[in-house]
């Protein structure tokens, strides 16, 4: 971690009402010790992304404008995640141009906050501005849909998966992808070498994978295979959590660095693996802390996921998705570093792109 | 400290640079453990609070609206500062009496942000808004001067300070006042029980007083004399600092705990003395920081305040600003306790009302 090192500029959605986005994003890494500057794009009641004022691109570039004017674009750092609509993505594209024109050593990690589980969340026209961006990010992290919908691939088998991940690195220019979750099917399973494969005896619960791949542009396969890619399985918890793409991502970012001054990397890590087993390890003990909470409330904040009663009761979900915000405030220590939890490292997945 | 017990509602404003309003707020309640829920007033670029869109009332409103309907309007306490215009101002004070009319537990603590060393920075018709808002309060945290924009009462002697505190008390009803700063000019050193005044050798310096007084509605003079008045002197560091009173307020908030069960207390601290005490204890410390930090800048980022030369040359003010951010991200262990700094305990003030 950079500790205090740098300035982050964050760009994300301010909700009211629980953590996501910005509000999932801005506390973990102050936590770390990074200062960050925060443009909002809205400023929400939280739940629905409604009820609120959004910031119109014109007022994101006067923002932005009045910042530059005043000397005070010169973080070292960009986030971005969640942005709503295809005039502000182009925005914020135009501001990630200048940030890397005046700072070649800028680290961007741009979280293409597209979709999940086969639903885009996005308007369709978004998705070639993102293509656009992909060259001006140091870190992207999607999870396994967006990874389809940016590259075109469906991943089902390893040449797919080599595919995809070849076209963000080669075609999109990423240096380093962090695959967020990729559900643990049965193809990916047996693609994964022994050691990195779920206990025998976990079969049947639902495992993720976390993949993280490094390439150097114009780096050879050969070179790059020896250290390039990582990989780490672990249980999903059950139901669904809001912010957990944008604390991931935040912590992803708060632990990378580059200049391999970190003392805290083990034997055989790289800087981007480092930093992603450290964000799905504290990803997931706030995951888990936050379903021990939740377990714990009255019966009707803790309804099981059901979109059709939901329909038909509003409250209900409401209810439920109260019950199961991220528990970042309680959990700090966790973020923080201080209270131990167990460290889930990713491995080198060897012979990835060259079996 | 309520730690994990509540939940704060803060509307403030939002800036991307630097540390006022809610960004000097919100980070130390949630690293002393609160959730904090956060409507924010403007979107700003920070310096001078322009450049950004501003919610306007009907905004707010719309925002506040939405949280009701979802059920999210369920906190124990409410913290207000700044607000910008008549409006907006309006539409706090109506929020505030929801949430004292749902919950007469409420805590709020408003921050009657109006001005400070004789000049007001709102409109003059937000004041009487302000003194209308100020029975629904339980804690007021004002600097001098508001309190003498508030009361119309000049402090120049024990009997005009006497008369602006009671009136806030009384005709006000307002329970607990901390005057969060008031500069010790000889009268004031005069009045002060010799225990409280600053060390004999430190005349030359400029010296501040917080005052804590408290006074349950409808308690005599006489029995809230015995606990009631509480004060601490502390040095004033040169040179002027941002979003100080910002971060004060949500010390006083996050400290301040009426039910008793805090353990924290020594023997003869009230629960506002204790708040006041850890507030200026910390926001000090915090400041000490600043300067530290600042005196260690390149020259032009570290000029002395001069508002001519401001005038001329804008990015002059800018860098020193920047040089003079509150490093709450480099102090946070100041905040949440864990590095020990110099408690400026608030001494009872015997004999204030009586004397």
């Not at 967006?146 to 089902?156: F, N, P, R, Y």
């Not at 099917?185 to 990195?196: A, D, I, Y």
């Not at 998705?321 to 490292?345: F, H, S, V």
Request: hydrophobic content about 40%.
């Amino acid at each position: 971690m950079a500790k205090g090192k740098g300035r982050i500029l964050s760009i994300q959605s301010h909700v009211a009402y629980g953590y996501v986005g910005g509000k999932a994003a801005v506390f973990p890494l102050q936590c770390l010790g990074q200062v960050v500057n925060t443009v909002n794009f809205s400023n929400h009641s939280g739940y629905g992304r409604f009820g609120g004022p959004r910031a119109s691109a014109a007022e994101l570039e006067q923002i932005i404008g009045v910042m530059e004017q005043n000397g005070l674009l010169q973080q070292d750092r960009l986030l971005t995640g969640y942005i709503p609509g295809a005039e502000a993505t182009a925005a914020v594209t135009t501001l990630a141009k200048k940030l890397r024109e005046q700072n070649p050593k800028l680290i961007y990690l741009l979280d293409p906050v597209l979709g999940d589980s086969g639903r885009l969340y996005v308007a369709p026209e978004v998705v070639p501005i993102y293509q656009a961006a992909l060259p001006l990010a140091t870190i992207i992290t999607p999870n396994w849909f967006e990874v389809e919908v940016l590259t075109g691939i469906k991943m089902s088998d390893a040449a797919s998966l080599r595919h995809a991940l070849q076209t963000l690195h080669e075609t999109y220019r990423v240096p380093n992808v962090v695959i967020s979750s990729i559900p643990l099917k049965p193809w990916l399973t047996k693609l994964l070498p022994p050691n990195l494969r779920p206990p025998a005896d976990a079969a049947d619960a639902d495992y993720l994978a976390c993949i993280a791949s490094s390439r150097a542009n114009g780096e050879s396969l050969a070179a790059a295979d020896s250290t390039a890619v990582y990989a780490k399985t672990f249980p999903c918890l059950p139901g669904y959590f809001s912010g957990v793409g944008d604390l991931f991502s935040a912590l992803v970012l708060a632990h990378f660095d580059e200049t391999g001054e970190s003392e805290s990397r083990a034997k055989g890590e790289s800087p981007l693996s480092y930093a992603a087993s450290q964000a799905v390890s504290k990803t997931h003990a706030i995951l888990t802390l936050t379903h021990e909470v939740a377990l714990e409330l009255p019966e009707d904040e803790r309804q099981a996921t059901d979109e059709e009663l939901d329909a038909r009761e509003p409250m209900r979900k409401i209810k439920r998705m109260r019950g199961r915000e991220l528990r970042l405030i309680q959990g700090q220590d966790i973020i923080r570093g201080t209270q131990p939890i167990e460290y889930r490292q990713l491995e080198r997945w060897g012979g990835f792109w060259t079996a």
